[in-house]
């Protein structure tokens, strides 16, 4: 996708990964806290490497490091994929939105700017016309952080998705949608 990187506003900056990130990548992506919320995960080093290689790699998908000051405190991206049609092919992309933070620095802002800084660009630069995230109902910080970046909640599917603790989890959808392409109701 035709994202400008890197993307910042003065204090988080989104770049692409690159062949030294895996470590500290891997740092955080172990963590029970953030296994917790993603649908992957990795234990080693090359797992690591071999997850951020083929994301990398693929023309449908944006995996952006999120840093401070140089630092790699998160990732945000998803991939594009066709929204669906009754008819002719659509003009515009749809994107499905995630993002991870470290543990240790919740609570600082980071994701809130991280979606602040890529939603826009999705839409201008990468032609998305509409950002869906998924996040679990329990997982209100990371509702707050597409709320106040305005998403919308769109629903929420009751005992969806089978946690890793064998408990069943609602699913809540959000979505961004280019003004380009609102419609009225």
């Not at 994202?3 to 172990?30: C, H, K, N």
């Not at 998705?161 to 699913?171: A, E, N, Q, S």
């Amino acid at each position: 996708m035709d994202i400008t990187w890197p993307l910042s506003d003065g204090r988080v900056s989104i770049r692409p990964f690159g062949d030294g990130d895996a470590a500290a990548f891997l740092e955080y992506w172990q963590l029970p806290e953030c296994q917790e919320y993603t649908s992957h995960t990795v234990a080693t080093l090359e797992e690591a490497r071999a997850f951020l290689s083929e994301r990398t790699a693929r023309t449908d998908v944006v995996m952006g490091a999120l840093t401070i000051d140089g630092q790699v405190v998160g990732d945000i991206g998803g991939r594009r994929y066709r929204p669906e049609t009754l008819g002719p092919d659509p003009h515009g992309w749809d994107f499905y939105l995630g993002y991870t933070v470290r543990p240790d620095r919740w609570g600082q802002g980071i994701a809130s700017s991280a979606v602040a800084l890529l939603t826009p660009a999705l839409h201008h630069d990468g032609g998305i016309r509409r950002v869906v995230a998924k996040a679990f109902s329990r997982n209100q910080a990371s509702i707050r952080v597409l709320l106040k970046n305005g998403f919308e909640l769109e629903g929420t599917e009751r005992a969806a998705v089978l946690g890793r603790d064998g408990t069943w989890l609602d699913d809540c959808t959000l979505a961004h949608l280019d003004p380009r392409f609102a419609v009225s109701h």
